[in-house]
């Protein structure tokens, strides 16, 4: 079973729409991220979340606004889509100073 | 500024050989976190092995090792007996401090394809 869920695992998006990417982690880790993978930049980090608060955030734009309803999900929410904004979106959890489990991603298509 | 860098773009071996890639790093930190990831045909990324900076010994984990040379800021990961699934895209990462929620930074990834 896996232990990060990613929903949904494919999105097309028309531009200017707003999506929101879902993730959810079942291995009682506390802190949770967003990077983003794309061609021009691979495995970009977005944001990181510890006990449900916001401990970083690299993204520029405040398009992209991550929301934790439990302490096991950390959303993330796109508005005013862009065709740049085509990516796959990988979410992760981990525990105190370890490394990270990633989930299988969100392949988000803003045409 | 690129805290972790991989020069090499893509690889290819035969089977059953030896492969090393190679990643090095910059940080300002006394204490970081070094490790390697293997992101599969799928997209699937998966952690191998990973550094503490303040070991001396170079981790191992199954055919998968490290060469930590913390004077030059580099961390190789040596694949032995390399297999065809094996074949995939290595990343290295690094963490830097001891905060759980520390931004794990990663290089650009290196490309590995084993022939058979």
């Known amino acids: 079973d896996p232990k990060i869920i990613q929903k949904p695992k494919y999105l097309v998006a028309v531009t200017g729409s707003e999506k929101i990417l879902i993730c959810e982690q079942y291995?009682?880790?506390?802190?949770m991220y967003w990077y983003r993978q794309s061609a021009k930049k691979p495995l970009e980090f977005m944001f990181s979340?510890?006990?449900?608060?916001?401990?970083d955030n690299q993204t520029a734009s405040s398009r992209f606004q991550p929301q934790s309803s439990k302490k096991n999900h950390l959303d993330l929410q796109i508005t005013a889509l862009k065709p740049d904004d085509s990516a796959t979106y990988f979410c992760?959890?981990?525990?105190?100073?370890?490394?990270?489990?990633f989930g299988s991603g969100t392949r988000l298509l803003v045409i | 500024a690129q805290k972790v860098t991989q020069t090499q773009t893509s690889i290819s071996v035969m089977e059953k050989t030896t492969v090393t890639m190679d990643c090095v790093y910059e940080?300002?930190?006394?204490?970081?976190?070094l490790f390697w990831y293997k992101q599969t045909a799928s997209g699937e990324i998966v952690f191998l092995i990973r550094?503490?900076?303040?070991?001396?010994e170079n981790a191992t984990v199954g055919h998968y090792s490290l060469n930590f040379q913390k004077p030059k800021s580099s961390i190789g990961l040596i694949i032995t007996a390399t297999q065809i699934e094996d074949s995939a895209v290595y990343f290295c990462?690094?963490?830097?401090?001891?905060?759980?929620?520390?931004?794990?930074?990663f290089g650009s990834g290196t490309k590995l394809t084993v022939e058979p």
């Open positions: 291995l009682g880790h506390n802190a």
């Open positions: 940080t300002q930190d006394s204490s970081y976190f």
């Open positions: 992760a959890s981990s525990p105190q100073n370890s490394d990270y489990t």
């Open positions: 979340y510890s006990y449900q608060k916001l401990m």
């Open positions: 550094q503490d900076s303040y070991k001396k």
């Open positions: 990462a690094m963490r830097e401090g001891m905060s759980n929620y520390n931004v794990l930074y």
